[in-house]
């Protein structure tokens, strides 16, 4: 159980750290490629939510993303964005960002002995997602 909890707390952090990086790069961006960030964010909450419902339901504790990690990332795609804001190097940005969480994942999972089939279909999912919006993104360079 304890390795179900740091996979889920992993999730959790995760996806915390894609929505905040879509929210500091949302008001650089407008049409179809905002409507794309918005949907991606609202993938990642999803995910979250459901990452809380099950670390909840196995009686673990959750673990936010640390405050420097926080702060260090939106300061890293504020100064980004402000050098160029152009729609190519907002999507650069989050696949970088994307295949970050792709590659911790996976040495995350490989790393725990889940035992809950539900949180690995929900890690499954994660990276489900991660690869899926890299694809998207890939189509605003």
């Known amino acids: 159980m304890k390795d179900d909890c ?13 929505a905040d990086g879509i929210d500091s790069v ?9 409507q794309a960030l ?11 939510d459901s990452a809380d419902s099950l670390l ?10 640390g405050t420097f990690a926080k702060w260090s ?7 980004k964005t402000m050098m160029d804001s152009s729609e190519s190097n907002i999507a650069d940005m ?13 040495q995350t999972i490989r790393s725990c002995d889940v035992q809950d089939t539900a949180v690995s279909r929900l890690a499954d999912k994660l990276l489900a997602t991660e690869r899926a919006n890299i694809t ?6």
């Open 94 to 106: 989050m696949i970088q960002g994307n295949t970050m969480g792709v590659t911790k994942s996976i």
């Open 6 to 18: 740091t996979l889920l707390n992993h999730i959790r952090q995760t996806t915390e750290m894609g």
């Open 38 to 48: 918005k949907q991606q964010r609202t993938e990642y909450k999803k995910i979250h």
């Open 26 to 34: 949302l008001p650089y961006t407008n049409g179809e490629f905002r």
């Open 136 to 141: 998207q993104m890939k189509s605003f360079l």
């Open 56 to 65: 909840q339901k196995l009686g673990g504790e959750p673990e936010n993303v």
């Open 73 to 79: 990332s939106e300061l890293t795609s504020g100064l």
